[in-house]
């Protein structure tokens, strides 16, 4: 069986989300502030790689998502919502807390989808 280049990135996606998780256990095994340091460094790489290809493959429809429906997000909020009441924190979570994901251009931009067209 012959691998296309959309088969290649969905396996370079699945590395980058595997890469991300085992920096961050090494991360958080870390008794040395600057390996602890050098592993969060690593980490947030992959998560940036691992975004970076998602997009690429969600944005030419070759990584199909579903949206949940907004009745489901309101019950996971109010769930959360009453957990975070319960334990009685007072500061309002943060949406994102790490930023260096953040691609500074919309991976699409890169090239255009008709360079990537299947033959």
Same mark, same amino acid.
């Given at each position: 069986?012959?691998?296309?280049?959309?088969?290649?990135?969905?396996?370079?996606?699945?590395?980058?989300?595997?890469?991300?998780?085992?920096?961050?256990?090494?991360?958080?095994?870390?008794?040395?502030?600057?390996?602890?340091?050098?592993?969060?460094?690593?980490?947030?790489?992959?998560?940036?790689?691992?975004?970076?290809? +998602?997009?690429?493959? $969600? *944005?030419?429809?070759?990584?199909?998502?579903? !949206? /949940? #429906?907004?009745?489901?997000?309101?019950?996971? @909020?109010?769930?959360?919502?009453?957990?975070?009441?319960?334990?009685?924190?007072?500061?309002?979570?943060? +949406?994102?807390?790490? $930023? *260096?994901?953040?691609?500074?251009?919309?991976? !699409? /931009? #890169?090239?255009?989808?008709?360079?990537?067209? @299947?033959?």
């Amino acid at each position: 069986m012959r691998m296309t280049d959309a088969d290649r990135l969905r396996d370079c996606l699945c590395s980058a989300r595997e890469l991300a998780k085992l920096y961050a256990e090494a991360a958080l095994e870390a008794s040395n502030n600057g390996v602890r340091e050098f592993f969060l460094g690593m980490h947030g790489e992959e998560t940036h790689n691992q975004e970076v290809l +998602f997009h690429f493959l $969600h *944005t030419r429809g070759e990584y199909p998502t579903r !949206a /949940a #429906a907004p009745g489901q997000i309101a019950e996971v @909020r109010r769930r959360y919502a009453e957990q975070y009441r319960r334990l009685g924190l007072t500061d309002a979570p943060s +949406f994102r807390r790490y $930023h *260096t994901a953040d691609p500074t251009m919309h991976p !699409a /931009a #890169a090239q255009a989808p008709e360079h990537f067209e @299947r033959h």
